[in-house]
């Protein structure tokens, strides 16, 4: 079967310090990979998304990058992070080539302080 | 583009109460639909979904009916508990491009 975990999750960071979420997914091979966030009370926003090994799209422009080095892993950095960084991160995965459901992970709480 | 609307909550209830979450889609074609339940501090589970008009989507308790005429996904449970407190959100996902779009989600309090 197919998990996804993501760590750490929990993470509280002071301004203008750098950041590293990771995820990764087993069971499965060239899954799409995701990040979305959620601030506090609030629904999702797609952040980023992968078909593949270093193909990365970005949906909204920000201080935030991701990486696919691997393909079950995928990353979410930042070199300095803002207050407005704060919020929830989820990775997510989905089978390639399909409508089907995406697959969350257990989330990231990221507190910029 | 795509989107989907839900109610807005919070949506607050007894227990034992029958609970109705709307949601109306806008898309082309026929999307693939989904029930995303949230828990307190957790990531999103999938609760259920339908692949085609009419599709009846269960799980818990829960059912959604796929329908094409209204554009509409509305998520019910006959009798809810406490533990059914969360937060669902409802989203559409397509053949063409990679994403799913999703709802912007309905707070459910249920009370003893």
């Known amino acids: 079967s197919q998990t996804i975990h993501q760590w750490p999750a929990t993470l509280v960071q002071p301004v203008g310090s750098p950041l590293s979420l990771e995820c990764t997914v087993e069971g499965t091979s060239n899954p799409n990979l995701y990040w979305y966030r959620q601030a506090a009370g609030r629904g999702l926003q797609l952040l980023f998304y992968?078909?593949?090994?270093?193909?990365i799209s970005s949906e909204v422009p920000q201080n935030l990058s991701a990486s696919r080095p691997q393909d079950r892993q995928f990353i979410l950095s930042s070199k300095k992070l803002l207050l407005s960084d704060s919020g929830f991160y989820l990775c997510?995965?989905?089978?390639?080539?399909?409508?089907?459901?995406?697959?969350f992970g257990e989330g990231s709480r990221l507190t910029v302080l | 583009g795509n989107s989907v609307t839900q109610m807005e909550g919070p949506v607050t209830l007894s227990e034992e109460a029958f609970l109705t979450i709307n949601c109306t889609y806008t898309?082309?074609?026929?999307?693939?639909l989904f029930w995303y339940v949230q828990y307190p501090g957790e990531g999103l589970q999938l609760l259920l979904k339908a692949t085609k008009a009419d599709d009846k989507g269960s799980n818990k308790g829960f059912e959604a009916t796929y329908r094409k005429e209204t554009t509409s996904f509305h998520l019910e449970k006959g009798s809810v508990q406490v533990s059914d407190s969360a937060v669902y959100f409802c989203a559409l996902s397509q053949a063409a491009g990679n994403m799913l779009t999703f709802g912007g989600g309905t707070r459910l309090m249920v009370k003893p």
């Open positions: 898309a082309t074609g026929y999307p693939s």
């Open positions: 997510a995965w989905r089978r390639t080539g399909t409508t089907g459901e995406l697959f």
């Open positions: 992968s078909v593949g090994i270093g193909q």
